[in-house]
């Protein structure tokens, strides 16, 4: 069974703060994303990796970048925080033989 | 330009009637669809793909190719279908999926 953790449920940051959210995997998918789910707009992707140290930016990558150092490990980091990234992020890995992605359980972020 | 498009934000049945939601897609080449589910409180997840041509949870979707389309239908829904439900297109050329905008489905007791 798939599992993709997210490091936090719940975070409250204040505007300016540099935010890390972390996710990890443990079926050795080379594959990760990092979406944010808004109501009405559904789900953008942010950013993605193919493979250790590669990345590639989604359709909404302004104000944030990732960390891919180790296969199981994607960190998506918001380098000062503002309002309107206040969202729900998912993260999400990708089994290539099926194209099946798997998600995280969400991280609801809010930037006051 | 490659979109995916599902025209309502809530769909709302009673218990036993049928249901559609609708999801409409622009892509050049031969597209993959998928339809994903998301429960209160739980995870997003895949709940069925057009290639594999299953039923799950009594819901189906055909590939119409004509129409660029493929609905989600089920018969007679169930209080527990109540979900919000996403359609997804897989870009061959990077394997990213590309969602539209999600219906919530709710089914009246």
């Known amino acids: 069974d798939v599992k993709v953790t997210q490091s936090s449920r719940y975070l409250v940051k204040r505007t300016g703060e540099k935010v890390f959210l972390e996710c990890v995997q443990d079926m050795d998918h080379e594959n990760m994303f990092w979406y944010r789910q808004d109501p009405g707009l559904g789900l953008r992707l942010i950013y993605f990796?193919?493979?250790?140290?590669?990345?590639e930016k989604g359709d909404i990558p302004e104000g944030y970048s990732v960390s891919r150092e180790k296969k199981e490990r994607f960190s998506l980091i918001l380098e000062s925080a503002s309002t309107n990234q206040t969202s729900m992020y998912l993260c999400?890995?990708?089994?290539?033989?099926?194209?099946?992605?798997?998600f995280g359980p969400g991280t609801r972020l809010t930037v006051t | 330009a490659q979109r995916v498009t599902q025209p309502e934000k809530l769909l709302s049945v009673f218990k036993g009637a049928p249901v559609e939601l609708k999801c409409n897609y622009s892509?050049?080449?031969?597209?993959?669809l998928f339809w994903y589910v998301q429960y209160s409180r739980q995870r997003l997840q895949l709940l069925l793909r057009h290639i594999s041509r299953e039923s799950i949870k009594g819901f189906t979707a055909d590939l119409n190719k004509g129409e660029t389309s493929f609905h989600l239908k089920k018969p007679f829904a169930q209080e527990e279908d109540s979900a919000m439900y996403y359609c997804?297109?897989?870009?061959?050329?990077?394997?990213?999926?590309?969602f539209g905008q999600g219906t919530t489905l709710q089914v009246k007791p």
């Open positions: 990796s193919y493979d250790v140290k590669m990345k």
């Open positions: 892509y050049s080449g031969s597209p993959e």
């Open positions: 999400a890995t990708l089994d290539r033989n099926t194209y099946e992605q798997y």
């Open positions: 997804a297109l897989r870009s061959s050329n990077t394997g990213k999926l590309i």
